[in-house]
């Protein structure tokens, strides 16, 4: 079987000539090379290939052209240095989405080492869809005026490490019960003009360590019962601790830090949350965190918010949060802002929760609460009736 195997690859390979080496006892092909610069195409390539036997392709040059992987097993794509995917210059007409690179129903792909180019028609950079499983992004740079950088949709699963993306609209996207890991990368808006989103996350599934979100109007976004946990996990790329998550916005034009609405949550783990100078001046929702319409936070000690515009954490329509040794400090308006129908509760005593230095350190309306009073340190601002010390109302 072996035999028959290694035979079915070389006869694959045989058709693309000089670019094809010979086959090693282990039954994978020598790397296959391609080179834009001197005319080849990597689609041209990629169709040639049995897409059921694992193949590395080395790439170098500048292939423009909307490159397809469909029903890949165990390719790798490497990008030589200088390697790059740019969107040519007129757009598909046959209908489908416009993607740069386009990922579908395919397994173990890695996509290693690339600049990637789009135009402002683009939907995407690069989309995975269709139950594609374990994609790996590594080393890449994905910007321009597209719609999404990364846009990940229909059950696929996907980790990102050492990926920057720089002025799209929206950074990463997790949709449609999709999962994504992401791992020391930088999702930037250059100048801090509006309108751009770090993640994106509706009924999907991210979990994020060691990564930079900065000048997004919105750095992470989580809908329709979307889940993002700020969390270490096995690294592909090892680093040190601490493997925090900042979201910072030096060009002062973010709205929210993270907004979390539609039964959605964002839960922090061993993996602090750092979110600096959030929100607007005008105060409003804007803020470090925003919870809204049935939403959860579960912070512990690991959500620091300092230097907030507008708000600190408020917590809106129905929703709820939790800490227990977090730090809001420095915001304009409210630290802690509990509204309509929700509620906080803050609990342990150490660390005591920080919440200070604030234009009001808590607020909350006449149907809204907050418990665990006696665990916040240094508040001295207070509007706060329903501020209780313990946990619960005194029991029978």
Do not use: W
């Not at 229909?154 to 950074?171: I, K, P």
Request: proline share 4%; glycine share 14%.
């Amino acid at each position: 079987m072996k035999r028959i195997c290694i035979l079915l690859v070389m006869a694959g390979l045989t058709a693309l000539g000089g670019n094809a080496q010979t086959v090693t006892g282990s039954g994978t092909a020598d790397p296959v090379v391609v080179n834009c610069d001197e005319g080849q195409s990597l689609n041209s390539i990629l169709s040639r290939l049995d897409r059921r036997f694992q193949v590395t392709v080395l790439v170098s040059g500048t292939c423009t052209e909307y490159v397809q992987i469909n029903g890949f097993e165990r390719l790798t794509l490497k990008g030589l240095p200088g390697a790059t995917l740019q969107q040519p210059s007129t757009d598909p007409t046959n209908g489908l989405l416009i993607q740069v690179l386009s990922i579908a129903a395919s397994r173990s792909v890695t996509i290693d080492g690339f600049a990637v180019h789009s135009r402002a028609s683009a939907l995407d950079d690069i989309g995975i869809g269709q139950n594609s499983i374990d994609v790996r992004l590594r080393n890449l740079t994905v910007d321009g005026p597209g719609a999404f950088g990364i846009f990940v949709y229909e059950g696929s699963q996907v980790s990102l490490a050492r990926v920057t993306t720089r002025d799209l609209g929206f950074a990463v996207a997790a949709l449609d019960l999709s999962d994504v890991h992401i791992e020391s990368c930088l999702f930037e808006n250059s100048t801090g003009a509006p309108f751009h989103e770090g993640l994106f996350v509706g009924t999907g599934h991210v979990t994020i360590q060691n990564s930079t979100i900065r000048n997004m109007q919105v750095g992470i976004d989580i809908g329709n019962t979307g889940i993002v946990d700020i969390q270490s996990f096995n690294t592909y790329f090892p680093v040190s601790t601490p493997h925090d998550v900042v979201i910072e916005s030096p060009a002062g034009t973010n709205s929210y830090g993270a907004s979390i609405h539609g039964g959605s949550s964002l839960n922090l783990g061993d993996t602090k949350l750092r979110i600096t100078n959030a929100g607007q001046p005008g105060g409003g929702n804007t803020g470090g965190v925003y919870v809204s319409d049935g939403s959860t936070l579960n912070a512990g000690a690991n959500l620091v918010i300092s230097g907030s515009q507008g708000q600190g954490v408020f917590v809106s329509n129905n929703s709820h949060a939790s800490l227990a040794g977090s730090s809001i400090t420095g915001s304009a308006h409210g630290g802690l802002v509990v509204a309509n129908l929700s509620s906080v509760a803050v609990m342990g005593s150490n660390p005591l929760t920080q919440i200070s230095g604030n234009g009001t350190d808590l607020f909350c309306d006449s149907r809204s609460l907050i418990t665990g009073g006696a665990s916040i340190a240094n508040a001295t601002t207070v509007q706060c009736a329903n501020l209780l010390p313990g946990n619960t109302v005194p029991l029978p």
